[in-house]
């Protein structure tokens, strides 16, 4: 079982920055891709970020240039650096495992809210 934790969401005035944090714990095994979606009201939720094992990434269009994902292996801690950041990023934004291409897991999510 893995767990995914959250944090760092929180109010920010357009053009600020935020930084998303996810702690994993439990059965994290090597070859895992790990991810940042997000899902704002009355939306589908979307893929904003990933990162592979290897640190591959791929960015949604709408964020390219704006949002890096990160991960630290070590401390099993993925983070999502936001910048530039716009009313149309609000949105609860979840944390994602991939473990071995076959189990999925999420986080509780975190909300971020850009004021106008």
């Known amino acids: 079982q893995v767990q995914l934790v959250e944090s760092g969401g929180g109010l920010v005035q357009a053009g600020g920055s935020l930084t998303l944090s996810c702690a994993a714990s439990g059965s994290i095994f090597s070859g895992n891709t790990m991810g940042w979606y997000r899902q704002a009201p009355g939306k589908q939720r979307e893929l904003v970020a990933g990162i592979t094992s290897g640190g591959r990434t791929n960015y949604a269009d709408s964020v390219k240039g704006r949002f890096a994902i990160s991960r630290d292996n070590a401390k099993n801690m993925v983070y999502l650096q936001m910048n530039s950041l716009n009313p149309e990023d609000t949105a609860v934004y979840y944390c994602?495992?991939?473990?071995?291409?076959?189990?999925?897991?999420w986080g509780q999510g975190t909300q971020v809210t850009v004021s106008s």
């Open positions: 994602n495992a991939v473990i071995r291409s076959t189990y999925v897991y």
